[in-house]
Protein backbone atom coordinates (compact mmCIF):
# COMPACT_ATOMS: atom_id res chain seq x y z
CA UNK A 1 0.00 0.00 0.00
CA UNK A 2 1.33 3.55 -0.63
CA UNK A 3 0.96 4.03 3.16
CA UNK A 4 2.13 2.80 6.74
CA UNK A 5 -0.13 0.14 7.63
CA UNK A 6 -1.28 -1.57 11.33
CA UNK A 7 -3.41 -4.17 12.55
CA UNK A 8 -5.25 -4.45 14.09
CA UNK A 9 -6.73 -1.23 14.55
CA UNK A 10 -8.48 -2.25 17.27
CA UNK A 11 -7.31 -4.93 20.11
CA UNK A 12 -9.86 -5.50 23.23
CA UNK A 13 -7.70 -8.16 25.68
CA UNK A 14 -7.88 -9.02 29.21
CA UNK A 15 -5.55 -8.49 31.64
CA UNK A 16 -2.45 -10.41 31.85
CA UNK A 17 -2.98 -11.80 28.14
CA UNK A 18 0.09 -11.06 25.36
CA UNK A 19 -0.79 -8.92 22.43
CA UNK A 20 1.07 -8.76 19.14
CA UNK A 21 0.84 -5.30 16.81
CA UNK A 22 2.12 -5.50 13.39
CA UNK A 23 3.90 -2.47 11.44
CA UNK A 24 3.66 -2.62 7.78
CA UNK A 25 6.07 0.39 6.60
CA UNK A 26 6.31 2.02 3.34
CA UNK A 27 8.46 0.25 1.13
CA UNK A 28 11.83 0.97 1.42
CA UNK A 29 11.91 3.18 4.28
CA UNK A 30 14.81 1.86 6.66
CA UNK A 31 13.87 3.83 9.39
CA UNK A 32 10.79 2.49 11.44
CA UNK A 33 9.56 3.76 14.74
CA UNK A 34 7.06 2.80 17.85
CA UNK A 35 5.19 5.53 20.04
CA UNK A 36 2.02 4.99 22.09
CA UNK A 37 -0.29 7.90 22.71
CA UNK A 38 -2.80 7.58 25.85
CA UNK A 39 -6.06 9.49 26.30
CA UNK A 40 -5.15 13.47 25.94
CA UNK A 41 -1.69 12.90 26.35
CA UNK A 42 1.50 13.38 23.48
CA UNK A 43 3.21 10.64 22.31
CA UNK A 44 5.50 8.53 23.96
CA UNK A 45 8.63 7.15 22.27
CA UNK A 46 8.87 3.59 22.34
CA UNK A 47 11.94 1.99 20.28
CA UNK A 48 13.73 2.97 16.66
CA UNK A 49 14.54 0.70 14.40
CA UNK A 50 17.26 1.19 11.29
CA UNK A 51 16.63 -1.63 8.82
CA UNK A 52 16.62 -4.68 11.33
CA UNK A 53 18.24 -3.13 14.07
CA UNK A 54 17.22 -1.45 17.31
CA UNK A 55 19.52 1.25 18.22
CA UNK A 56 17.53 2.96 20.83
CA UNK A 57 15.04 1.10 23.35
CA UNK A 58 15.15 3.61 26.11
CA UNK A 59 11.60 4.02 25.49
CA UNK A 60 10.27 0.50 25.96
CA UNK A 61 8.27 0.83 29.42
CA UNK A 62 9.26 -2.75 30.90
CA UNK A 63 10.46 -6.05 29.73
CA UNK A 64 6.91 -7.09 29.26
CA UNK A 65 7.58 -5.15 25.96
CA UNK A 66 9.22 -6.13 23.12
CA UNK A 67 9.85 -5.29 19.08
CA UNK A 68 11.24 -7.03 16.32
CA UNK A 69 11.79 -6.26 12.40
CA UNK A 70 12.71 -8.69 9.80
CA UNK A 71 13.66 -8.20 5.99
CA UNK A 72 14.46 -4.18 7.42
CA UNK A 73 10.56 -4.28 6.71
CA UNK A 74 7.27 -5.36 8.75
CA UNK A 75 8.03 -4.91 12.33
CA UNK A 76 5.97 -6.87 15.59
CA UNK A 77 5.17 -5.07 18.85
CA UNK A 78 4.69 -7.72 21.71
CA UNK A 79 3.05 -6.92 25.05
CA UNK A 80 3.40 -9.89 27.46
CA UNK A 81 1.11 -10.26 30.84
CA UNK A 82 -0.86 -6.79 29.84
CA UNK A 83 -1.91 -4.56 32.44
CA UNK A 84 -4.74 -1.63 32.35
CA UNK A 85 -2.19 1.11 32.23
CA UNK A 86 -0.86 -0.54 28.98
CA UNK A 87 -4.36 1.34 26.93
CA UNK A 88 -3.14 3.54 24.18
CA UNK A 89 -3.02 3.87 20.86
CA UNK A 90 0.05 2.22 19.39
CA UNK A 91 1.72 4.33 16.25
CA UNK A 92 4.22 3.04 13.66
CA UNK A 93 5.73 5.33 11.96
CA UNK A 94 8.52 5.14 8.94
CA UNK A 95 11.26 7.33 7.27
CA UNK A 96 13.19 7.22 3.89
CA UNK A 97 15.82 7.55 6.27
CA UNK A 98 17.18 8.63 9.42
CA UNK A 99 14.55 11.24 11.09
CA UNK A 100 17.91 13.77 11.38
CA UNK A 101 17.16 14.22 7.30
CA UNK A 102 14.19 15.76 7.55
CA UNK A 103 12.24 15.21 10.62
CA UNK A 104 9.54 13.72 8.45
CA UNK A 105 7.77 10.48 10.13
CA UNK A 106 4.83 9.03 8.40
CA UNK A 107 2.67 7.63 10.84
CA UNK A 108 -0.06 4.37 10.40
CA UNK A 109 -3.71 5.43 11.49
CA UNK A 110 -2.50 3.50 14.94
CA UNK A 111 -3.57 -0.15 17.20
CA UNK A 112 -5.55 0.93 19.63
CA UNK A 113 -5.64 -1.45 22.78
CA UNK A 114 -7.62 -1.88 25.36
CA UNK A 115 -6.37 -3.58 28.52
CA UNK A 116 -10.00 -4.90 30.71
CA UNK B 1 10.51 17.91 33.63
CA UNK B 2 9.45 16.92 30.83
CA UNK B 3 11.70 17.10 27.43
CA UNK B 4 9.53 18.64 25.47
CA UNK B 5 6.23 21.20 27.25
CA UNK B 6 3.35 23.16 25.84
CA UNK B 7 0.19 24.54 26.66
CA UNK B 8 -1.85 21.94 26.59
CA UNK B 9 -4.67 25.03 25.71
CA UNK B 10 -7.55 24.48 24.12
CA UNK B 11 -7.23 27.69 22.22
CA UNK B 12 -10.87 28.93 21.00
CA UNK B 13 -10.44 31.40 18.46
CA UNK B 14 -12.73 32.93 15.29
CA UNK B 15 -12.32 32.81 11.70
CA UNK B 16 -9.65 35.27 11.03
CA UNK B 17 -7.62 35.33 13.94
CA UNK B 18 -3.90 35.11 14.84
CA UNK B 19 -2.90 33.21 17.50
CA UNK B 20 0.61 31.99 19.07
CA UNK B 21 1.46 28.87 20.49
CA UNK B 22 4.73 28.23 22.08
CA UNK B 23 6.82 25.33 23.64
CA UNK B 24 10.12 25.23 25.75
CA UNK B 25 12.55 22.27 25.40
CA UNK B 26 15.05 20.93 28.07
CA UNK B 27 17.77 19.44 26.20
CA UNK B 28 19.98 22.61 24.71
CA UNK B 29 21.83 19.98 22.44
CA UNK B 30 18.82 19.62 20.47
CA UNK B 31 19.52 20.56 17.17
CA UNK B 32 15.99 20.16 14.98
CA UNK B 33 12.72 21.49 15.57
CA UNK B 34 9.54 20.59 14.00
CA UNK B 35 5.44 21.57 14.32
CA UNK B 36 3.26 18.20 13.02
CA UNK B 37 -0.77 18.39 13.39
CA UNK B 38 -3.15 15.69 14.96
CA UNK B 39 -6.87 15.95 14.17
CA UNK B 40 -9.27 14.40 16.27
CA UNK B 41 -8.52 10.64 16.23
CA UNK B 42 -5.89 10.60 13.31
CA UNK B 43 -2.38 10.16 12.85
CA UNK B 44 0.05 13.01 13.31
CA UNK B 45 1.77 14.60 10.41
CA UNK B 46 4.26 17.12 9.74
CA UNK B 47 3.46 20.94 9.46
CA UNK B 48 6.39 22.36 9.07
CA UNK B 49 10.43 22.21 10.08
CA UNK B 50 11.46 25.02 12.11
CA UNK B 51 14.75 26.62 11.14
CA UNK B 52 17.14 29.00 12.55
CA UNK B 53 16.06 32.31 10.57
CA UNK B 54 12.42 31.39 11.53
CA UNK B 55 10.52 30.46 8.23
CA UNK B 56 7.23 31.32 7.04
CA UNK B 57 4.81 28.74 4.56
CA UNK B 58 1.76 30.73 3.28
CA UNK B 59 -0.19 31.71 6.99
CA UNK B 60 2.19 29.65 8.96
CA UNK B 61 4.89 31.06 11.04
CA UNK B 62 7.77 29.36 13.07
CA UNK B 63 10.25 30.57 14.74
CA UNK B 64 13.21 29.21 17.12
CA UNK B 65 14.99 30.77 20.43
CA UNK B 66 18.22 28.91 20.92
CA UNK B 67 18.94 31.23 23.67
CA UNK B 68 15.45 30.42 25.54
CA UNK B 69 15.24 26.96 24.18
CA UNK B 70 11.81 28.08 22.97
CA UNK B 71 10.03 27.23 19.77
CA UNK B 72 7.11 29.12 18.70
CA UNK B 73 4.19 28.97 15.71
CA UNK B 74 2.11 31.58 14.63
CA UNK B 75 -1.11 31.26 12.50
CA UNK B 76 -2.85 34.09 10.93
CA UNK B 77 -5.97 34.59 9.40
CA UNK B 78 -7.74 31.30 10.79
CA UNK B 79 -9.59 28.70 8.92
CA UNK B 80 -11.98 26.45 10.35
CA UNK B 81 -9.48 23.40 8.82
CA UNK B 82 -7.33 24.96 11.44
CA UNK B 83 -8.78 23.05 14.17
CA UNK B 84 -6.33 20.38 15.29
CA UNK B 85 -3.64 19.95 18.33
CA UNK B 86 -0.44 21.17 17.40
CA UNK B 87 2.60 18.92 18.40
CA UNK B 88 5.86 20.38 19.03
CA UNK B 89 8.86 18.04 17.90
CA UNK B 90 12.27 18.04 18.84
CA UNK B 91 15.07 15.91 18.09
CA UNK B 92 17.03 14.46 20.19
CA UNK B 93 19.93 12.57 20.92
CA UNK B 94 22.11 10.43 18.64
CA UNK B 95 19.60 7.89 17.28
CA UNK B 96 17.28 9.84 15.37
CA UNK B 97 14.41 10.25 17.77
CA UNK B 98 11.76 12.66 17.63
CA UNK B 99 10.57 14.02 21.08
CA UNK B 100 6.65 14.55 21.10
CA UNK B 101 5.44 17.50 23.10
CA UNK B 102 1.63 17.29 24.31
CA UNK B 103 0.67 19.03 21.74
CA UNK B 104 -1.83 22.21 22.28
CA UNK B 105 -5.43 22.09 20.80
CA UNK B 106 -6.97 24.83 18.39
CA UNK B 107 -10.63 25.18 18.12
CA UNK B 108 -11.55 27.72 15.46
CA UNK B 109 -15.03 28.55 15.35
CA UNK B 110 -17.32 30.62 12.72
Known amino acids: GAGVSQSPSNKVTEKGKDVELRCDPI?????LYWYRQSLGQGLEFLIY????????KSGLPSDRFSAERTGGSVSTLTIQRTQQEDSAVYLC??????????????FGEGSRLTVL | RKEVEQDPGPFNVPEGATVAFNCTYS??????FFWYRQDCRKEPKLLMS???SGNEDGRFTAQLNRASQYISLLIRDSKLSDSATYLC???????????FGAGTRLAVHP
Open chain 1, 27 to 31: SGHTA
Open chain 1, 93 to 106: ASSLGPATSTGELF
Open chain 2, 50 to 52: VYS
Open chain 2, 27 to 32: NSASQS
Open chain 1, 49 to 56: FQGNSAPD
Open chain 2, 89 to 99: VVLSGGYNKLI
